[in-house]
């Protein structure tokens, strides 16, 4: 449960997913006018998942509806599994394509996804340099796993990993059994960009929902500060804003 005073803490919003979502697309879609009129990029690190999808849907929506142009977005996104072609339905980079980019007039090459295919040790170093060229993430969006990931930085994972190849927990494979058709079907590692790589991002947006959610996330915010729960360096962050749905916040 989230107590009554970190409810009031200006970083914590609870409500509804759709209006919470509203709510963070208001400030995104500023962020993207407000770079463009200035003739600039914005760089925004991106997460796969159920929690982003009412995020995606509303940034879709404004495309269409509201001139929203992501003429000048460059994406990196925090992950993708291991041998996984692009194609495959449960790859992350299809998740993308079908929910965000494929809706929206993002210029290709300013897409960054890990590749889940090849040398993960010049892969991750890649993906670390090109993150660094375009200077840095100016907003990322995060989900939270159960077992306190984020991205995919296992517990285990030290405040000073960056873009690596991981081994996935049982927890985070069992929860994408069923999307794969088994757990004997899910990829045991991943690219996953680094928690000293998501923590380098000035602003940083996490969203939980539901209840399955409520215990891990108010550990994550309130918790010893430890690598054996990966979401709790977010509380040495300087700008994290905590996106609850009234079931994931708890009575
Ligand atoms: C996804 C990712 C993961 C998810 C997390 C929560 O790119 O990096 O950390 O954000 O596993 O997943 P959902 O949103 O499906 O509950």
């Known amino acids: 449960m989230i107590s009554s005073e970190m409810r009031e803490m200006a970083n914590v919003r609870v409500g509804d997913k759709e209006s919470l979502a509203r709510e963070i697309v208001a400030e995104v879609d500023s962020l993207i006018r407000l770079r463009a009129s200035e003739g600039r990029e914005v760089v925004l690190g991106l997460a796969t998942g159920s929690s982003p999808l009412p995020v995606y849907a509303e940034l879709v929506r404004r495309h269409r509806e509201e001139g929203l142009s992501f003429a000048n977005v460059v994406s990196f996104n925090l992950d993708e599994y291991e041998g ?15 929910h965000l980019f494929g809706h929206v007039d993002m210029r290709r090459e300013a897409i960054h996804m890990p590749d889940g295919n090849g040398d993960a040790e010049k892969i991750a170093a890649d993906y670390e340099g090109k993150m660094e060229a375009a200077g840095g993430i100016d907003w990322q969006l995060l989900g939270i796993g159960r077992n306190g990931h984020i991205g995919f930085n296992e517990p285990g994972s030290s405040r000073e990993s960056r873009t690596r190849r991981i081994e996935l927990n049982e927890i985070t494979r069992q929860d994408a059994a069923p999307a794969f058709g088994g757990i004997q079907n899910v990829p045991t590692h991943a690219v996953t960009m680094g928690v000293r790589s998501i923590l380098a991002a000035r602003q940083i947006c996490l969203l939980a929902w539901g209840e399955s959610k409520r215990e891990i996330v108010h550990e994550a915010m309130s918790g010893k500060v430890t690598s054996a729960l990966p979401a709790t360096f977010l509380q040495d962050h300087a700008s994290v804003k905590w996106y609850l749905d009234f079931a994931a916040a708890g009575p």
């Open 84 to 98: 996984l072609e692009p194609s495959h339905p449960e790859s992350y980079g299809h998740f993308m394509q079908e």
